[in-house]
């Protein structure tokens, strides 16, 4: 099958890229020249095979990796993305850890990028979409000169959290819990480096997680720091599961020990003051919706703490995907989901967290032509236009197995 456009300019880069960090290897082979262009040696540290005399530090090692086999989704009229998502049922969470370096080295990219006192690239704390041997750090000619941070630097730099409330929740938050339970105190660093927008919702999880927003450090590309100590928590090597352990810290980072009401809210997640990906006819619905008791709910304006309390009181959740479903961690069975999905982009990240939280996962998909394999980028942030018949007969199902829920679902 020949290559599409899109497969032959993606190649094309990679090969330039490859081609870039090869030639650029050879200053970094100079001693005296890497010294003087500030740039790291051509060495990756992995600190999950590095001998315990040669780790600059030390490594708390938590959780080993585990691997979660996710029940498929609902489909009912759209057996050609049961591939797609047959082929995603097994979730691999890598082991977690938190890594303390003496007199490491940080660079202000948006993937990440932190370096050993030897100068070794630590790629298990950055994802750049190469990979590490390709990384934005190899195809640089030099470094900003580095300046120093004294004290405890606390490093939670996570791939596209930094605008994103479902990364932000899912992937970057649950950092804070492994350096908990590794004996650490957040509020005890002197600064902690994170990617953000200073959003609402990012200074109040992170306030809620003891961080001082004095302590808060956003760094760019022209950041170039030597750290007297550097607390790094482990990166997920993907984003497309959520171990256990991460959806237990947040609900009881924003749950606790609340008991919800009752399982007995209907939401319908409007996305009508988003900026991409709006359901077309999403209005066509209300009166369906609200006959059947659902309140159509913008999540804008609301605190993380109290999105919290009503996806925990909900009966069933609904709509266009969008990062509102991050929310369905506090959900619990036999809570229903019914996802709408664009059909040229299709994604398990709602999917992977009903799967986790043993709620029962329907998905139909928006008009379109439907992409089982390599997804269409730009389908993500297209609006949406479902069939109105075909929602109000998979709403009829969803609705009918939240009144008569399977005993095993009726798990509280």
């Given at each position: 099958?020949?290559?599409?456009l ?5 190649s ?22 890497r ?43 759209d057996?050609?993305?049961a ?27 948006d ?10 690239f630590?790629a ?17 000619p ?5 300046t ?27 950092r ?14 002197d ?21 001082r ?5 956003a760094?760019?590309p ?29 609900r ?9 009401r009752?399982?007995?809210?209907r ?5 009508a ?10 209005r ?21 703490a109290a ?8 009966e ?54 439907v ?18 018949e ?23």
């Open positions: 099958m020949p290559l599409s899109r497969q032959l300019a993606k094309a880069w990679f090969y330039s890229r490859h081609v870039q960090v090869r030639l650029l290897a050879l200053p970094r082979a100079l001693p005296p020249l010294r003087a262009l500030h740039l790291p040696v051509n060495r990756i540290f992995d600190p999950l095979t590095a001998s315990p005399d040669s780790w600059p530090g030390r490594l708390i090692r938590l959780d080993p990796p585990t691997t979660f086999v996710r029940p498929l989704p609902a489909l009912p009229y057996s050609t993305a591939r797609f998502f047959s082929a995603r049922t097994a979730a691999h969470c890598n082991a977690s850890y938190v890594m303390e370096f003496s007199d490491a080295a940080l660079w202000g990219h993937t990440g990028a932190i370096f050993t006192s030897a100068g070794e630590v298990a704390a950055s994802h750049d979409p190469c990979g590490p041997r390709l990384h934005a750090v190899w195809t640089r030099f470094l900003p000169r580095p120093h941070w004294a004290g405890r630097t606390l490093y939670l730099v996570t791939p596209e959290a930094t605008d994103n409330y479902h990364h932000w929740l899912i992937d970057l938050l649950p804070i819990g492994l350096i908990r339970r590794a004996g650490f105190d957040p509020a005890a660093f600064r902690v480096v994170v990617n953000h927008r200073d959003r609402e919702y990012q200074r109040e999880t992170l306030l809620a997680l003891g961080i927003s004095d302590a808060i450090v760094v760019t022209g950041t170039h720091v030597r750290c007297d100590t550097l607390v790094v928590p482990s990166l997920k090597h993907h984003n497309q599961c959520i171990p256990s352990a991460d959806a237990a810290f947040l009881q980072t924003f749950l606790g020990a609340a008991r919800p009752a399982h007995k809210r939401l319908f997640l409007s996305r003051d988003a900026r991409i990906r709006r359901l077309l006819n999403e066509q619905l209300h009166p369906l919706l609200l006959a059947h008791g659902f309140e159509i709910v913008s999540l804008a304006g609301l605190s993380v999105q919290a309390r009503l996806f925990a009181e909900a069933i959740v609904a709509g266009p995907a969008g990062a509102a479903f991050a929310n369905l961690v506090f959900c619990a069975p036999p809570t229903q989901v019914l996802e709408i999905a664009p059909a040229g982009w299709l994604a398990t990240y709602h999917w992977m967290i009903s799967a986790r939280r043993g709620l029962a996962h329907t998905i139909i998909l928006g008009e379109g032509q992409r089982p394999g390599l997804p269409d980028i730009s389908a993500r942030s297209r609006d949406l236009f479902v069939d109105p075909k929602f109000a007969a998979a709403l009829a199902q969803v609705i009918a197995a939240a009144e008569h829920p399977a005993p095993s679902e009726q798990l509280a």
